[in-house]
């Protein structure tokens, strides 16, 4: 397939980079192909960034046929720009759009894009400390019918967004509410998808814990909340007697690749790591006995947040005082420091883009 680019006439004022914020500014081009039943992927173009004209009875408006993926680009002192694990992302994009019944997408052919698209939006690549270039690649059913059925027609895009750092408040431990009445994924369910519904649906249990003072929330297994799962959109991380442990991949939780990253670098330091579902109770129980170190959730988002408050039911843990912990702050410097070329990348992590 032929990749088309069209370069825009009105490139736009970019904002300042030390007030970037989260997904609010976006870039002056986008990629985007089609996906026809028969054909297959056609129509690949950069082109610039703006709204889509879809028939209001495109099949993803009624039954969320829609599946997501979340990545960055760093730009470094000597303008060097660079993914981190992209087709990692790819892959696991593919994998959510199997659950889905939507098609695959060619994953060197999209990095092949990806990478066209970066080098034509290179300064939009924030180089400031803690600032990158969020990518967004999404996919959608457009088929205009109203039967329940799989589509027969997406799209595939891939949107650009200069980012800050994640949380407001920078690196500081953040307090996160157990919730006991609603789950984010059931067995068999879609809990392992990048897939739009999941997060329609956590949006209530946030807002609940929101409004009681809580910035995110813990989830709990769907079937007898009692087993620790994900900490909003992000993957879940207790240091217990010196261990790390985290919840396994069995299907409810989401394949973080930063959850992976966080796994083989921990090895790499010769921490022991145990991919266990830890018991909620037995958390506040070794919280209680002080055998509780550190807390911490992984995504791509903000590489790795410390958890220094933990609520549940009437109970309350301080963890580490409230402080970020060792081995939080080492798996925050290592993987960050990989990302950006400050550390060597002994895994292959890290790809040039040229
Ligand atoms: C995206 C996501 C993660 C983190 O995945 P990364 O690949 O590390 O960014 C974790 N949990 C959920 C629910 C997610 O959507």
């Not at 730009?75 to 959510?96: H, I």
């Not at 609520?311 to 798996?331: P, R």
């Amino acid at each position: 397939m032929e990749l088309q680019v069209i370069k825009t006439q009105n490139p736009k004022t970019k904002p300042a980079f030390d007030q970037l914020g989260f997904g609010k500014y976006f870039t002056d081009h986008m990629f985007m192909m089609t996906y026809t039943e028969g054909t297959g992927w056609h129509d690949a173009k950069i082109c610039e960034y703006g709204p889509l004209a879809i028939s209001p009875a495109a099949q993803v408006f009624h039954y969320g046929q829609a599946t997501f993926e979340g990545m960055k680009a760093y730009r470094d002192e000597n303008d060097n720009v660079t993914l981190f694990r992209p087709l990692d992302n790819f892959e696991r994009m593919n994998r959510s759009n199997d659950r889905l019944c939507m098609p695959a997408i060619d994953k060197e052919f999209v990095l092949n894009a990806l990478e066209q698209l970066l080098m034509i939006e290179k300064e939009w690549i924030p180089n400031l400390k803690d600032t990158s270039l969020y990518i967004r690649p999404f996919m959608i059913a457009t088929e205009s019918s109203l039967g329940v059925k799989v589509s027969s027609e997406y799209i595939f895009m891939i949107i650009l967004s200069p980012v800050g750092s994640y949380y407001a408040e920078g690196l500081q431990p953040t307090s996160i509410y157990v919730e006991d009445t609603y789950v984010r994924a059931m067995d068999g369910g879609t809990g392992e998808a990048k897939c739009a519904g999941n997060y329609a649906t956590s949006l209530k249990p946030y807002k609940k814990a929101k409004d009681m003072g809580y910035s995110q929330v813990l989830f709990l297994d769907g079937k007898e909340r009692k087993y620790v799962e994900e900490v909003g959109t992000s993957n879940a991380f207790f240091v217990i007697d010196g261990k790390l442990y985290t919840s396994p991949l069995k299907g409810t939780i989401l394949p973080g690749i930063t959850r992976d990253s966080v796994i083989k670098v921990a090895q790499m330091k010769g921490i022991e790591v145990v991919e266990e579902a830890l018991a909620i109770d037995y958390i506040f129980e070794v919280a209680k006995e002080g055998r509780l170190d550190e807390a911490f959730a992984s995504g791509t988002a903000a590489v790795i947040s410390p958890i220094g408050k933990l609520a549940y039911e009437d109970d309350v843990v301080i963890i580490n005082e409230g402080k970020i912990g060792d081995m939080a702050q080492m798996l925050y410097d290592t993987i960050t420091g990989i990302q950006t070329g400050r550390l060597d990348d002994p895994f292959g992590w890290v790809k040039e883009v040229k």
